[in-house]
């Protein structure tokens, strides 16, 4: 994985202070709306490290018994195409639930 596979494929980098890992973003969406956001840290670690630099997805999604924030860490050897998949996965067993939601051609939050 690198970052013109994320770029590729809709994701933005945004700046990050200096000493934290680079963020690349993707918004997910539909006709009814936005669904969820999908937030990509790329670390680098210490020279000294085994481990040269990582790779982690994040999602976060709201359900009837509150906030639930997935996950997944050491994916590096994971295609963009899978890690979206499973996300998209959990957010429709989690009761879809927008991020905003369009109306007759308007926006509101969900």
Not at 90 to 107: D, I, L, P, Q, S
């Amino acid at each position: 994985m690198n970052k013109e596979m994320l770029l590729d494929v809709g994701y933005r980098r945004y700046n990050q202070p200096e000493g934290e890992p680079t963020l690349y973003q993707k918004k997910i969406r539909d006709k009814k709306g936005v669904k969820y956001f999908i937030d990509c840290y790329h670390y680098i670690f210490p020279e000294r490290s085994l481990i040269k630099e990582g790779w982690e997805f994040k999602m976060q999604t709201q359900t009837n018994l509150g906030t639930v924030d997935t996950t997944l860490f050491n994916t590096g050897d994971k295609t963009i195409d899978r890690i979206e998949v499973y996300m998209e996965c959990t957010w429709f067993n989690h009761g879809e639930n927008y991020y905003e939601k369009f109306v007759k051609g308007r926006k509101h939050d969900a």
